[in-house]
């Protein structure tokens, strides 16, 4: 992570975190962009020289963590249509700004999963090299996706055992932290059967086994029963969407430790704005025919103690960047998790998606991200929508962003 602001911060107030340190009378301190104290007020070292002390109404937490996400699409009624007759520059400008619309909202860090070409990748190393300050980004590159398959114009269309870790090669070499698998159809790819079993399982673990050899994740689009068992059993790391789910695909998913995101945000977007919002009818029937299918799913998941992620798949139809905190909100309304438990898939677990165990806490030589909020998250998740403060590699940042690119 790059030094974002060189000036000491300090900030006071009640912290509160899923796994860290937290405090009714808390302080944080941050240096060179890394948090050099997280904890009670009375045991804080003296404030650095020349620090600037933040000043809080609220409370202190980590910043959020979307681990799914397409920043080079806005969330206009058709996804296709997004990057459709763009080239790479125009499509990089659209990352760009997505990914600020993300940090205005409190989104320290995202996983894009598909974009045309290094779009993605490119922010990513911008931010990285600190070249631009933005949220730190985990791109995919191209999704890998199979002929006549889910979402081609995000990927690359592959087929066979070799072609496929072949694929997964290039991309890491191309600058992805990880692969995203389209192993089965989807909700927006016209004419494309939302079961629809793209890959065979060795298809699948060639590129897997490329990408675990690497340390790199593996996320797997699943919309299908046979293709979330495949995907667990090729070696995928995070299944999305994961909208079917019995009794023998939880124990797989247990037995793997994979990470499930939701995203229950895109669905009910969909529903939400559908055809009077101009989405395609295909689309809008898909959706309808497997939301209470995927709420069940996600319960049965939830039910057996296994991890979920905030993953909101943002720049999908009337689904704009951002929205961390009204998925965590509906993994509490509608899959049943306590406050707590969506306060963590919003921080931690999500970060786990990327790979990151320092994302999604505050703590001594962690990066300086931080939100300050009003409410506490853990006894309320309607807290993480109320921002009043946010806090990149110790730079504050916002969220006065938001009124320079609009969310929607």
């Not at 941050?30 to 020289?49: C, F, I, K, L, Q």
């Not at 037995?255 to 704005?273: E, K, M, N, P």
């Not at 993953?311 to 993994?331: K, Q």
């Amino acid at each position: 992570m790059p030094v974002a602001h060189a000036r000491p911060l300090v900030v006071r107030g009640r912290l509160a975190q899923p796994d860290g340190p937290t405090a009714p009378d808390g302080t944080v301190m941050v240096e060179a962009g890394r948090v050099t104290y997280a904890g009670p007020s009375g045991s804080a070292p003296p404030a650095p020289d020349g620090a600037y002390e933040l000043p809080v109404e609220g409370t202190i937490v980590p910043g959020l963590v979307d681990a799914h996400v397409h920043l080079t699409c806005d969330g206009g009624p058709d996804l296709q249509a997004e990057v459709e007759g763009l080239g790479p520059a125009a499509l990089t400008v659209k990352a760009l700004a997505n990914a600020w619309r993300s940090l205005a909202r409190g989104v320290v860090a995202v996983r894009d999963l598909g974009a045309p070409c290094g779009e993605a990748v490119a922010v990513a190393e911008a931010v990285a090299e600190g070249r631009l300050h933005g949220p730190e980004v985990a791109a995919a590159g191209r999704a890998l996706t199979a002929p006549g398959g889910h979402i081609p114009y995000l990927g690359r269309v592959e087929r066979g055992v070799e072609a496929m870790g072949r694929a997964a090669e290039e991309e890491l070499r191309d600058g992805a932290a990880g692969i995203k698998l389209v192993a089965t159809g989807g909700i927006l790819t016209r004419g494309v059967p939302i079961g629809n079993l793209a890959f065979e399982e060795d298809e699948l673990a060639a590129a897997a086994e490329v990408a675990r050899a690497a340390g790199a994740w593996v996320a797997a689009h699943v919309i299908g029963l046979e293709g979330t068992k495949r995907a667990v059993r090729a070696g995928a790391t995070t299944l999305e969407h994961a909208t079917f789910v019995d009794d023998e695909a939880v124990e797989l998913i247990r037995d793997r430790g994979v990470v499930t995101v939701a995203t229950l945000s895109a669905l009910h977007a969909i529903l939400r704005h559908g055809r009077a919002g101009g989405v395609p009818e295909e689309s809008v029937l898909k959706a309808e025919s497997v939301l209470e299918i995927h709420t069940e799913s996600m319960r049965r998941v939830a039910a057996a103690g296994l991890s979920l992620a905030t993953g909101t798949d943002a720049g999908t139809p009337f689904n704009p960047h951002g929205g961390v905190a009204a998925e965590a909100r509906l993994l509490v309304q509608e899959v049943g998790l306590s406050p707590s438990e969506a306060f963590a898939a919003a921080t931690t677990v999500a970060a786990r998606c990327l790979g990151r165990s320092d994302l999604g806490r505050i703590v001594a030589g962690g990066p300086g991200h931080l939100l300050v909020v009003e409410g506490d998250p853990g006894d309320d998740v309607t807290a993480l929508d109320r921002v009043r403060s946010v806090v990149w590699g110790g730079f504050p940042v916002g969220p006065h962003l938001a009124n320079l690119l609009p969310l929607s």
